[in-house]
């Protein structure tokens, strides 16, 4: 948890002529104390990540697919990813790449958990379908990156699934 020191400084410094001039008691000065404390602590912004990076690479029959649409979505029941936030298209070795999703937010001096959701959907034969999903229940951001495997695995299958390949950071 970081502090804002100049915004405790300030309050530490009024709280210790009020107590010189005897206009305060030491219960209120500690009131005063932790009210300027948990202040500080709220005031002060970060970006908590929402997603990881995804890296991946996307197969039909086990050969590279290029130019192929993906969409990323923050909603777990959306799995045809209508109400997506991010795009890509796969590049001539069937790879892509999301950034990591981030959002401005407070400190708080509570301890809160998260739920964060994402799903990935490919658009094929003029439509999308979800080709990935995953979650991060926890306190703070979701950090590292994901290097999904994506393959169709058969001439008939018009499924895509993806494998996460890399160790999870939760």
């Given amino acids: 948890m970081r502090y804002n020191i100049n915004y405790i400084a ?19 000065l500690l009131i005063l104390f932790l009210i300027s404390l948990s202040s500080a602590c ?9 997603t990881p990076t995804i890296d991946g690479t996307l197969n039909i029959n086990s050969a590279a697919k290029s130019g192929i649409k993906l969409y990323l979505s923050l909603d777990s029941k959306d799995r045809n990813c209508k109400k997506h936030i991010k795009t890509t298209v796969t590049n001539e070795q069937g790879q892509f790449h999301f950034a ?22 490919a658009e094929l034969h003029d439509s999308k ?15 590292g990156t994901f290097n999904l495997i994506c393959d169709s695995h058969s ?16």
């Fill in 10 to 28: 300030k309050s530490l410094l009024l709280i210790e002529k009020a107590a010189k001039m005897r206009i305060i008691s030491p219960l209120h």
């Fill in 42 to 50: 709220t005031s002060t912004p970060y970006n908590r990540g929402l």
């Fill in 100 to 121: 990591a999703i981030k959002q401005q937010m407070t400190y708080t001096p509570l301890m809160t958990y998260y739920l964060n959701e994402w799903v990935i959907c």
């Fill in 129 to 143: 379908q979800m080709i990935y999903s995953d979650n991060y229940y926890g306190q703070g951001s979701v950090t």
């Fill in 155 to 170: 001439k008939l299958s018009k499924q895509i699934t993806c494998r996460n390949q890399s160790a999870r950071k939760d």
